[in-house]
């Protein structure tokens, strides 16, 4: 998979308008994600450097789990 430019994609979030989470829900949301890849590692389903990066990019941008699945 080629690489993308996270930043490009940034840009596009930030521009959008929607709720963003608190600064309690993002570390929520963290916890959830660390035990969802965890999951993923088990199950042979390694993310890719380009997943990790563009899912770590929405929870510094606190964009709420149903808008980033």
Known sequence: ???????????????LRFKRGSVAEVAMWREDMADSRANLVIENMIPTPN???????????????????
């Open 1 to 15: 998979m080629a690489d993308f430019n996270i930043e490009a994609i940034r840009a596009e979030i930030r521009a």
């Open 51 to 69: 997943e990790d990066a563009f899912f770590d990019m929405m929870l510094d941008e606190a964009v709420p789990p149903p808008l980033v699945s």
